[in-house]
T-cell receptor, first 112, second 112 residues
Framework: NAGVTQTPKFRILKIGQSMTLQCTQD?????MYWYRQDPGMGLKLIYY???????DKGEVPNGYNVSRSTTEDFPLRLELAAPSQTSVYFC???????????FGQGTRLTVV | GENVEQHPSTLSVQEGDSAVIKCTYS??????FPWYKQELGKGPQLIID?????GEKKDQRIAVTLNKTAKHFSLHITETQPEDSAVYFC???????????FGKGTTLSVSS
């Protein structure tokens, strides 16, 4: 019973590099989310998806892209990494709407 | 858009005491208010939630109260234990009910 799985757990990027944060869920949830968590700032929504093929921007989408080709997977792409993207990234999923959302363990990203 | 304010940012109590964390929200159309607990190095986990048609909800040592008129809700933890030490986040679900807006979190420390 894996729930929401995020990879990698840790990553160091150099400025200008790109990478993809992976997220997969095995609960057949329709809704999936990407949040970033900065110290003392709570969780800010980056992108969300209400089903395969449908994505939309959250509060802080600049510098990120997402895709949702399957129900299970919701990867987050960082192009041209910047120090401001240093953060802990959480993926979450829920069956219908944001109620009872399940979170992954997070990816700690450092951009140097 | 919705804004969720959470207080206090840190809270220290003795084992056995009660702890109260308060949140206010700005969008009167929000109707779902969850509380998440985040232990060190882990993702947030839902511990209790309340909908706007209910004034109070209890689950063992945890309770949440909601005042729709004043637009605030609170988490109450009774008989605190060291394992209650964590960061607690409140959140609200504003229209179009596709994602949660989180408060900045409260770090609760329970000393024995």
């Amino acid at each position: 019973n894996a729930g929401v799985t995020q990879t990698p757990k840790f990553r160091i990027l150099k400025i200008g590099q790109s990478m993809t944060l992976q997220c997969t869920q095995d609960m057949n949830h329709n809704y999936m989310y990407w949040y970033r968590q900065d110290p003392g700032m709570g969780l800010k929504l980056i992108y969300y998806s209400v089903g395969a093929g449908i994505t939309d921007k959250g509060e802080v989408p600049n510098g990120y892209n997402v895709s949702r080709s399957t129900t299970e997977d919701f990867p987050l792409r960082l192009e041209l990494a910047a120090p401001s993207q240093t953060s802990v990234y959480f993926c979450a999923s829920s069956l219908t709407g944001p109620t009872e959302a399940f979170f992954g363990q997070g990816t700690r990203l450092t951009v140097v | 858009g919705e804004n969720v304010e959470q207080h206090p940012s840190t809270l220290s109590v003795q084992e056995g005491d009660s702890a109260v964390i308060k949140c206010t929200y700005s969008d009167s159309a929000s109707n779902y208010f969850p509380w998440y607990k985040q232990e060190l190095g882990k993702g947030p986990q839902l511990i209790i939630d309340i909908r706007s048609n209910v004034g109070e909800k209890k689950d063992q040592r945890i309770a949440v109260t909601l005042n729709k008129t004043a637009k605030h809700f609170s988490l109450h933890i009774t008989e605190t234990q060291p394992e209650d030490s964590a960061v607690y986040f409140c959140a609200a679900e504003p229209p179009p009910r596709t994602a949660l807006i989180f408060g900045k979190g409260t770090t609760l420390s329970v000393s024995s």
